[in-house]
């Protein structure tokens, strides 16, 4: 069974690559579903067919689904929600209890967080693609499972500090009692999926990004905050790469521009593997354009598989009272080197490459103390 997961700004093209993925998958004859997480349903256009909570099969050994919270919450929270049916009944707006529970904080995570537990414990699938929301609320998800013991505490603690984030309509109606305690078992599945998604033999994350500026920053900002949850990337896509040159000056521009990016995404992500995929003229909305992207990005690669497994590629430790960041940059012959901070910005400058990565938020603000490469690993000393 395995688990993957596409992350990235919005708009790059994980809907796009996320359905190419799971073609491919399907056409080698692995049972594949795809499962988009993101409200803004857009799998359905990319596969052209209509999706609902149910998987549909979309060709043989394709299947997918869209997450429905309202759906959802109705079917199989019963508990829940008829306890908060009964105390709402009283003011005749019981027909808006999935939409008020829908929208209390952490609801919409917890829901899809247990769709891909149900549909990884099922059986019926060798591969399940998650199709997520752009990178910030993807973060709150995959957060989820290791903050779940607490936030179900501020949650289950209500009645006592409701008012301030509640749902309007709820904090009238309080309830007394812990209300994660009416809740299907999501506790336990918390703690399995946590322990799946952070099994690099099952899950596998993969950030897909352009050839521009700020879609490189998030991308690399996707890859901190993943090292820091302890999930690790075994892949990059970039998508929407532009013909190699073009005898029009404005196009040429453009392809300036994708050119310079593209040497920082190749030194920024190394030594993870980077797969390419050109703009296309075509639009890419049914499963055969689909596969022909996915032919482009992958080749001959199964994208089934665990493409990089690498421990190390960025940590975080405390040494010796002091925050170390070590970077592993393997084949790499270190005769100069230089380590900067610009804003939330480390810039290494290593010979002439130069990588940056994303500082977490306790990194901010402190000033380097020293960096020394040891055995393919850049260690970088902060101060306190
Ligand atoms: N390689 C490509 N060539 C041409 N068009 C593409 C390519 N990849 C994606 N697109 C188009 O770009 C648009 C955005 O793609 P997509 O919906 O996959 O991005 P996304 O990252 O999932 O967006 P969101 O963050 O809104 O979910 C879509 O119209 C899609 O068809
Ligand atoms: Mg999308």
Not at 46 to 55: D, I, M, N, R
Not at 127 to 155: F, H, N, Q
Not at 267 to 291: G, H
């Amino acid at each position: 069974m395995r688990i993957i997961l596409y992350l990235g700004k919005g708009g790059v093209g994980k809907t796009t690559v996320s359905a190419a993925t799971a073609t491919a998958i399907a056409r080698r004859g692995g049972r594949v579903l795809i499962m988009s997480t993101d409200v803004a349903h857009s799998l359905a256009d990319a596969l052209s067919v209509e999706l609902s909570s149910t998987p549909v099969e979309v060709e043989k050994n394709l299947f997918a689904m869209e997450v429905n919270v309202l759906a959802e919450i109705r079917e199989n929270w019963t508990e829940l929600y008829s306890y908060f049916s009964s105390i709402l009944m009283h003011d005749g707006a019981n027909e808006v209890v999935a939409e008020e529970l829908a929208i209390m904080p952490g609801m919409e995570e917890m829901i899809s967080l247990r769709y891909i537990w149900k549909a990884a414990k099922s059986g019926k699938y060798d591969v399940v693609v998650v199709d997520a929301a752009p990178t910030g609320e993807t973060m709150r998800l995959l957060g989820m499972p290791e903050s779940y013991g607490w936030y179900a505490d501020k949650i289950g603690g209500w009645h006592s500090k409701a008012i301030g984030f509640a749902a309007p309509l709820l904090s009238k109606f309080m309830p007394k009692k812990n209300i994660f305690k009416l809740m299907p078992e999501v506790n336990s599945h918390m703690k399995e999926l946590h322990s799946m998604l952070q099994d690099k033999s099952i899950t596998t994350f993969r950030v897909v990004l352009n050839p521009e500026n700020m879609v490189i920053k998030e991308a690399l900002r996707v890859q901190t905050y993943l090292n820091l949850f302890g999930y690790k990337l075994d892949a990059a896509v970039v998508n929407k790469i532009l013909p190699p040159s073009s005898s029009d000056s404005y196009l040429q521009s453009l392809i300036d521009i994708q050119t310079k990016y593209l040497r920082v995404i190749d030194n920024c992500f190394y030594p993870v593997p980077i797969f390419k995929a050109k703009q296309s003229i075509a639009e890419i909305i049914n499963t055969d354009r689909l596969y022909e992207l996915s032919q482009q990005i992958f080749g001959d690669k199964n994208p089934a598989d665990v493409l990089y497994i690498d421990e190390k590629t960025q940590i975080l430790e405390k040494v010796d009272g002091k925050y170390v960041l070590s970077l592993y940059l393997p084949n790499v012959e270190v005769t100069k080197l230089n380590v900067n901070i610009k804003g939330d910005e480390l810039l290494v400058d290593i010979n002439n490459f130069r990588k940056s990565i994303i500082l977490p938020n306790v990194l901010v603000g402190r000033k380097t103390e020293g960096a020394d490469f040891a055995e393919g690993n850049l260690n970088i000393t902060f101060a306190n």
